[in-house]
């Protein structure tokens, strides 16, 4: 796991061992091949390399990407510029690559979610999920999802097909109004 992050983010970010667990593996954007989430820190002298917007990487807020078939992400408004700070606790994602998934060395697609690492992570699939009478009113999925809790609200970290999206789960349900 950590040569995947390393040969992802090279020295830009580490594991964050203050979260457990600290990863979680789940066929997050629904390709079939099992993906990588790892909770992390920025490397020291790092922050100008994360915040590039050429680096390898796809840097985004999942609080701000709107739902699929919502108001806010039936108006088109893209989304603020994120940066990233010292102190933000950041989720990697590395989308997995064929049979081997996560641990290919060809499997590079990554993304760094400012906001989106949560304590009590767990992956939930697509088909728990629907049948939970906890989760009435879920986001559009098309893979398996991260539930944490960010910010004492209990919520999903989902691929939206194009993007990382969060939406609060049973109780705090997001209409992006």
Request: aromatic fraction near 6%.
């Amino acid at each position: 796991m950590v040569d995947a992050l390393a040969r992802v983010f090279d020295k830009a970010v580490s594991l964050d061992e203050a979260h457990a667990p600290s990863f979680v593996v789940g066929d997050f954007n629904g390709d079939g091949s099992e993906d990588l989430a790892i909770v992390t820190k920025a490397n020291e002298n790092s922050l100008a390399e994360i915040n590039n917007e050429l680096a390898n990487w796809i840097l985004e807020d999942p609080r701000a990407i709107p739902i699929p078939g919502s108001k806010a992400a039936n108006e088109l408004q893209r989304p603020k510029p994120v940066k990233v700070e010292k102190t933000d606790s950041l989720l990697a994602i590395i989308h997995g690559v064929g049979a081997q998934g996560w641990r290919n060395s060809e499997a590079r697609q990554a993304f760094l979610l400012r906001n989106g690492g949560g304590t009590k992570i767990l992956v939930r699939s697509i088909n728990d999920l629907r049948r939970d009478p906890a989760t009435p009113r879920l986001p559009p999925l098309r893979g398996d999802a991260i539930s944490e809790t960010t910010n004492g609200r209990q919520g999903l970290i989902f691929w939206t097909g194009a993007k990382y999206a969060w939406s609060a789960t049973a109780t705090e349900v997001r209409t992006n109004k």
